[in-house]
């Protein structure tokens, strides 16, 4: 399994895979073309109200992942979601692209361990 994660800002050389935008809301000053997405998967973001609350606080973070995790759990959209990107990283590299500026807090790091997850 090959996920990856990477800062839509910060991509200046495209690798290949399939390509997915996890945040809820659009970068600001990215083009959808400049972009090159697959898919944006909104429904697999952590919820407005979640979001907010946890304000890329990484003192926040722990708490904010265990919030995170419930959420995936309790929706079923997020869910199938969940089930199909596994899939897709079985058979071929997953590019997991978010916005925030800290790489390490953010819902992309949980997301990819609950993908990771066996």
Not at 46 to 70: C, G, I, M, V
Not at 85 to 91: E, F, P, V
């Amino acid at each position: 399994m090959s996920i990856i994660l990477r800062r839509i800002y910060d991509e200046n050389i495209t690798i290949g895979g399939h390509r997915v935008l996890t945040d809820r809301i659009w970068p600001r000053g990215i083009s959808k073309e400049d972009a090159e997405i697959d898919e944006w998967l909104k429904s697999i973001a952590p919820s407005p109200e979640l979001r907010k609350w946890f304000n890329h606080d990484p003192a926040k973070f722990d708490t904010f992942t265990e919030a995170y995790r419930k959420e995936i759990e309790n929706n079923a959209e997020a869910q199938s979601k969940i089930k199909e990107l596994k899939a897709i990283a079985k058979d071929k590299r997953l590019i997991l692209l978010f916005g925030a500026k800290d790489s390490k807090h953010n819902h992309a790091v949980v997301l990819k361990e609950i993908l990771e997850d066996e």
